[in-house]
């Protein structure tokens, strides 16, 4: 059974989640599209075309996939393959399993596979969120780029009970599961990100790839409007704190000539919605101050913390609005 929902003016045919899954439907978040990334997915799932989002952090990758996947009422399993993740995690393998006699001893040990995340989204035609490929180890990415090769059919080799098993996104009728894969990575040529690798042309030239940035850069009122939604925050405080991060973004990607013909020191730190969010629900409970330190400044570099720091004061220089919660600002040499 399938429905018909359509996304971003693209009709999709969605097979009927099982009511086993249906747990695995996102729920409902405050999310505003910050220009084509649900038509971007929505056209790779119609067409059974991997998918790739590239963005800084905190831009809504991985949000948008929630939403995508919430809309078209798709179970959603989301796994990480940064270091230390190997192809155990992401196909499986083989574990020992105590064989118990009646009296619940154990009798000696008996061999089963257990799948890993990729192979447990194929078998159950859900959209699988791998984050950061771009941050896997060599044999992991390989190990995808031959699923990707193979038209999306993942040979099961690494199990020794049935190393001829292939699994596809197909159902015994033939018939497409609603198995959709997509890729959430960190742009390499940012130097935030120079250390990740860079995916391969090949690897690439079998993805739809889809970039996004901040919400704010391109529509800062819809920022405001999200931030506010999210935090429950003062209007006031949520629109100087959009345009304070705006500001700390566009610095971080000024060039040199950019930066001499300004007068603006450099900035590594970049400043994200999730951040943005953050520091506007703390701004609830205390001090504008207090919870840009918390939630923001105290995880950005030495040297950007200083400039950061004047530049907060420079959008929130009202006493009324640093002391909203009846606190101060701290002496910049604390922050």
Same mark, same amino acid.
């Given at each position: 059974m399938s429905k018909i929902v359509t996304v971003a003016g693209v009709a999709l045919r969605v097979p009927e989640c099982p009511p086993s899954l249906t747990h695995m439907i996102p729920a409902f978040e405050h999310y505003v599209e910050q220009g084509d990334e649900m038509k971007a997915l929505a056209l790779a799932y119609k067409y059974r075309t991997p998918a790739m989002l590239i963005g800084t952090h905190g831009a809504g990758k991985n949000a948008a996939i929630r939403e995508f996947a919430r809309r078209i009422g798709a179970p959603l399993m989301t796994a990480s393959l940064s270091e230390g993740t190997t192809t155990d995690h992401l196909i499986g393998a083989p574990?020992?399993?105590?064989?118990?006699? =009646?009296? &619940?001893? $154990?009798?000696?040990?008996?061999?089963?596979w257990l799948d890993g995340v990729l192979t447990t989204a194929l078998r159950a035609g859900a959209i699988l969120n791998l984050d950061e490929p771009n941050a896997a180890d060599n044999r992991t990415l390989m190990r995808l780029a031959d699923f990707l090769a193979n038209g999306q059919r993942l040979s099961l080799y690494e199990n020794p009970l049935n190393p001829a098993e292939t699994i596809s996104p197909k159902d015994e009728d033939g018939e497409w599961n609603g198995f959709f894969l997509v890729l959430t990575a960190n742009p390499t040529d940012n130097g935030m990100y120079a250390d990740r690798q860079r995916m391969d042309e090949a690897f690439l030239d079998r993805l739809a790839v889809h970039h996004m940035d901040y919400l704010g850069i391109r529509n800062p009122e819809a920022e405001i409007?999200?931030?506010?939604?999210?935090? =429950?925050? &003062?209007? $006031?405080?949520?629109?100087?704190?959009?345009?304070?991060?705006?500001?700390?973004?566009?610095q971080s990607r000024m060039t040199d000539e950019e930066l001499a013909a300004s007068q603006a020191p450099p900035l590594y730190s970049t400043a994200s919605t999730r951040a943005a969010i953050m520091v506007a629900r703390f701004s609830t409970e205390v001090p504008i101050a207090d919870a840009f330190e918390l939630g923001y400044l105290n995880k950005v570099t030495g040297d950007d913390r200083v400039v950061i720091h004047r530049l907060f004061l420079e959008f929130f220089a009202d006493p009324e609005m640093l002391d909203n919660a009846a606190g101060e600002v701290k002496p910049e040499a604390e922050f």
């Open positions: 574990q020992p399993t105590p064989v118990m006699n =009646g009296e &619940d001893q $154990e009798k000696g040990f008996t061999i089963t409007d999200a931030v506010e939604a999210a935090s =429950g925050a &003062d209007r $006031e405080i949520v629109s100087k704190l959009i345009a304070l991060f705006n500001m700390i973004r566009k």
